[in-house]
């Protein structure tokens, strides 16, 4: 169970506490975008997404928007905040998460990743020993391949909290 327990949750990312990241030495930040920054059926960021980002960004972190949606879908929410971006990321592979490494300019020591799925952001971040952060999911209302795996998620979040 440890490959799928998160290092931290919260409820949202307003809740992550970007002091005791940057007490741990974090610098980048891989971040997904549906159902952790917005629903996955908002298109654009909102005014507090783009403010927390802009927080971020601020405080120093630097910060790539990492998403297994399409193309269209991830350049489109990107463009609007002037972040790099990955799109159909296939996580939990890991090969998404080293090139947004690459892209940071970060160690895995250095980069977490917030999201609110165990079974692709945790468990991919894990698999790299990043620090991962797991938000409960903004919509309840999902694509019916992913009501599924919640069901399983919300099994395993039983076991690990």
């Known amino acids: 169970m440890k490959?799928?327990?998160p290092n931290y949750f919260y409820d949202s990312i307003y809740e992550v506490d970007l002091d005791q990241l940057k007490q741990n030495e974090i610098e980048?930040?891989?971040?997904?975008?549906?159902?952790?920054?917005?629903?996955?059926d908002t298109s654009l960021p909102t005014l507090?997404?783009?403010?927390?980002?802009e927080k971020l960004v601020d405080l120093g972190f630097n910060v790539c928007l990492v998403s297994n949606n399409n193309k269209k879908r991830v350049m489109y929410f990107a463009k609007e905040l002037n972040l790099p971006f990955i799109y159909q990321?296939?996580?939990?592979?890991?090969?998404?998460?080293?090139?947004?490494?690459?892209?940071l300019k970060t160690t895995s020591h250095k980069t977490a990743v917030i999201g609110d799925q165990i079974f692709t952001d945790v468990l991919g971040g894990n698999r790299l020993k990043l620090t991962t952060i797991l938000v409960k999911p903004i919509k309840s209302k999902e694509f019916?391949?992913?009501?599924?795996?919640?069901?399983?998620?919300?099994?395993?979040?039983?076991?690990?909290?």
């Open 89 to 103: 990321a296939k996580k939990p592979m890991k090969k998404n998460f080293l090139v947004a490494m690459k892209i």
């Open 28 to 40: 980048g930040l891989i971040i997904d975008i549906d159902n952790t920054l917005v629903g996955w």
């Open 48 to 53: 507090a997404v783009k403010e927390w980002l």
């Open 144 to 161: 019916w391949w992913t009501n599924l795996v919640r069901k399983i998620e919300r099994r395993v979040i039983k076991k690990i909290t």
């Open 3 to 5: 490959i799928l327990t």
